[in-house]
């Protein structure tokens, strides 16, 4: 590298900085020392304990998955979108976005920043040994700029240093603006901090003013630039020559420490877990146990910023905040295990918390792990499955060979205008199909699962997969979303279409096999938690409805949709609970006047149907239909 | 000096209520806001326990009537409370000053196309208890063809916390238990089976009618709630239970099913309290005052409340209720209201 050794040439010849204190140590970094050692301990053997709790194919899975190129182009990407730019938050919410951004990635610049500094001016000092864990980060105390040799490379850096103090201080600013009116930035509700949360964020608002104080007050010496040299004329002016610069320092070094040594007990340990959190999801690794392993890194990786609170539906009540996933965590981490239990069973599982979230902290499969901790051990006898008393009628081989199955579901058969509706859909687009569970079925599974029981819904898995199976179908049509999800993920049927009823139908009037009348009818959809957030399928559904009739938009809707209320994923919430959110809900639907609440989910439809006879609108006003009905006309 | 009496809803208990009320010498002002007098009574055939006509003791009450104006087909636009009377706006134009206001608005039957999963409105071969009466009473609907196999299931809007209806209707099981009895008066080749979750038959001779069916018509009763309902090409439907006495799931084919819709607080009484900003509680209906001695008193001096206002009721009750709402307002009147100089304080102590 010619250009590194061109400047300790230059250096050596006529130095641009030189050594104000030659020790290259001063008292004031033993705080900042003591608390940042203790960190990297803490964390050294977090991480050894972390990846030896992940079962062992999972971890080899994990040290492959760094070395797959297109993985660590994801793992880049990532932790410079997530951990740095906070890109998740800048869309949602812009001034978030900027705050969290401007800590962040401006703190870790400040610190990039100051170690090429150290690296390009005095290069020894990198050295641990020569305090290489304290120089670069009070490098401006050290030092002393060489009069009338400082180049413009030099200048450069200060400028830059100057520019992200500033970005960092105006994202304190906001940050404890934030503390009193967050609803100015965007949020309803902010998390209660813990007091080692509370230790930690004062040092936080300290560290980055007081740092300005620090280098302003030696600027004059070590150099600065913009920020730093202005602060440093106003002390001047207002003091004379007396700059008691030390205690800032000592300030300053405090003020590290005592934040480095909070971080492991404090929600600021998110931001190194963060990093293994992310390699950790992007190799595809699952948590098995709700504490242990992957789980660890989500719930240390959890930053407590409270934007769950605003996503919970159940949160229209103030009372069931506690309910909410970040407290979820912060009992995890606890291991208060009276608490976890009770969090555990009342979320509905509608998963926008999880959609939401900044770092993607899937807080529903840690609970649905913790529901399993105790539910899965729980008795149960589906000897019936296997004697063959099965309530499933499965259609005769052969005949139904390549054809469309078209299963309804529990929820389905208890909302029967939606299997009149498809019928009457499919029949007008001249499709042969049968009819799976005409006379009752077995449950598709997926609420054992999200009650925590896999074992057992591993049984009727079995028991459906063989009947579907046999049936010799090539496409499965479900107008379920719970049973679609987990007839998609979990079933593993090879060679069989698994496809929502919405899609289905909307690629029947795509090909042009169904003709649909366009009617002015204003209609708002609801996307069904388990369709939309917990399968992806948003656009299907809206553009066949847009072919019948006028899509007005709700208040929030896509992956920020209201949950109805009436998930089965709960299983402690009251009813009236319930129908306090399903009123929330209805309440968003409704923004724009619509005349027709669609939704694709015999849930949806139950609970929405109820909700709009208890709201008390007249007869008439506002009505609810399944998806099928309206395409049926 | 006549007090004039506004009563709210030209049912049983608005009939009752003025019947007796006019005999004690007040003015009486009944208002219904329907057609008709007689609220659900008249769309009823016969009466549970003996099989009385319903029109016989609809016919009774309204010739007890005796001079009482009655309005129908109106409805209350506006209510003032004064100092002590009601200043009350009719739609049909009439202003009514009133001293005492009995509001007897009754109730609704619950709808049961809520209850989606037992398919009213949706399969042709499910009806209602409502629609059933209206049969005996016209022998007119299509969807009741010579049934061989017939269903009732209790419980339908009512101890159903699903549905939001927690309260029990009190009168479905012995409706039931009678238009078992009638349906198979009128098939006696039928099956007729009840689907219940436990049979509330409390009041004098229900426990005489129940054994009837099982002893006289073979009425089967099946313990256990309907799961679901489907229907079959032919139009029959199949019927999902639970037997929790042989703790065996079943299903059965159906040729008519009929759904007993429970009592849920009146939509129009609703509107009404609303207007006076009466308290209602937590199940829908009406608040009485504090205390199991204050049945007919509401929070507010001068409005009273009786019948199913406050409460599902069967007939009887419902008539004792309207008596004692008269005898409570009768005092109020003659002890309380006259004495303008103690009022405020009586009302504290009394009321």
Partial sequence: MTPLNLILAAQAADPE???????????????????????????????????????????????????????????????????????????????????????????????????????????????????????????????????????????????????FLLYVLTGIAMAVFKRFRSIVLGMRHTTKPSLADRVALYSLWLIFPLRLLAESFTADLSGGSFLTVGVNH?????????????????????????????????????ILTEVLWILLRNAGIKPSHPRKGVAEAEIYACSSCGLCLDACPMNVQKKNLKY????????????????????????????????????????????????????????????????????????????????????????????????????????????????????????????????????AAAKVIEANKKMIEESGCETLVLSCPICYKVFKEEYGLRGIKVIHYTQFINDLIASGKLKVEKTGERIVYHDPCELGRGCGVYIEPRAALGQAGNLVKARKEYDESVCCGGSLGSLTLDTRDRAKIAESSLDNLLANDPDTIVTACPLCLKTFSEAVSNSGRPPGGVAVKDFAEVIAG | MKNNILIIGGGPAGLEASAQLQRMGYNVILIEKSPRLGGHLAKWDRLFPDGVPADDVLGGLIKELNGVKYFTDTDIRAINRLEKSYNVRLTNGITVLSDAVLVASGFDLFDAVRKEEYGYGIYDRVITNADLEAWFKTGSDKRIDNPRKIG??????????????????????????????????????????????????????????????????????????????????????VVKAEDTVASKPLKATL???????????????????????????????????????AGQRSPLPGLFLAGAATGPKTLPETLADARAAAVEIDRYLTEIFPDARNYKQLVRERW
């Fill in chain 1, 324 to 455: 909410s996933s970040v407290y979820f965590i912060r009992f995890l981490r606890r291991h208060n295990e009276k608490k976890i239990n009770a969090i555990a069973d009342k979320c509905l599982m509608c998963d926008k918390c999880h959609a939401l979230c900044p770092v993607c902290v899937d807080a529903p499969a840690l609970r649905r792990a913790q529901r399993a901790t105790g539910n899965n051990a729980l008795p149960y006898n589906y000897s019936y499955l296997e004697t063959g008393v099965s309530g499933a009628d499965v259609p005769s081989k052969g005949s139904e060979r390549g054809g469309v199955l078209y299963f309804a579901g529990c929820m389905t058969h208890l909302t029967p205008r939606i299997i009149k509706a498809v019928d009457k859909v499919f029949k007008a687009a001249g499709i042969e199909y049968s009819f799976a569970d005409r006379d009752g079925g077995v449950c598709c599974g997926r609420p054992l699962m999200l009650a925590g029981r896999l074992e």
């Fill in chain 2, 255 to 293: 040729d008519l099913l009929v759904l007993m819709s429970g009592m849920r607080p009146s939509a129009s009484g609703k509107a009404v309290g609303d207007l006076l900003e009466m308290t209602v509680e937590e199940d829908g209906y009406f608040a009485v005052r504090s205390g199991i001695a």
């Fill in chain 1, 17 to 163: 900085v030189i050594d104000r204190i030659p020790s290259g140590y001063s008292h004031f970094v033993i705080p900042f020392t003591i608390g940042m050692t203790f960190m990297l301990c803490w964390i050294g053997v977090g991480c050894v304990r972390l990846l030896a709790a992940i079962p062992r194919a999972d971890r080899l899975k994990f040290w492959k998955s760094l070395f797959i190129p297109k993985t660590v182009v994801r793992n880049l990407k990532d932790l410079f979108g997530d951990c740095l730019l906070h890109v998740k938050i800048w869309q949602r919410k812009p001034l978030l976005g900027y705050m969290h951004s401007a800590i962040a990635f401006g703190w870790f610049m400040l610190i990039v920043l100051g170690h090429i500094e150290v690296a390009l001016f005095v290069p020894a000092r990198l050295n641990v040994a020569r305090g290489g864990l304290f120089y670069p980060i009070f490098y401006r105390y050290f030092v002393w700029m060489n009069p009338g040799h400082t180049t413009l490379r030099g200048s450069f850096f200060f400028f830059l240093m100057d520019f």
């Fill in chain 1, 234 to 270: 106003f002390w001047h002016f207002l003091f004379g020559d007396k700059l008691w610069f030390t205690p800032c320092w000592w300030a300053y070094s405090i003020c590290l420490g005592l934040f480095f040594a909070a971080m492991p007990f404090s929600r600021y340990m998110h």
């Fill in chain 2, 152 to 237: 009732f299931v209790h419980c339908v809007g009512s101890r159903d916390e699903k549905s939001g209806c927690r309260s029990c209707s009190k009168v479905c099981c012995a409706t039931a238990v009678k238009q078992a009895i009638e349906v198979k008066q009128a098939f006696p080749e039928a099956e007729v089976f009840c689907f219940y979750m436990d049979l509330r038959l409390f009041g004098r001779h229900y426990e005489d009618l129940y054994l009837k069916a099982q002893k006289e018509y073979g009425i089967r009763f099946i313990r256990g709630r309907v799961a679901e309902v489907s229907e079959n090409i032919d139009g029959t439907l």
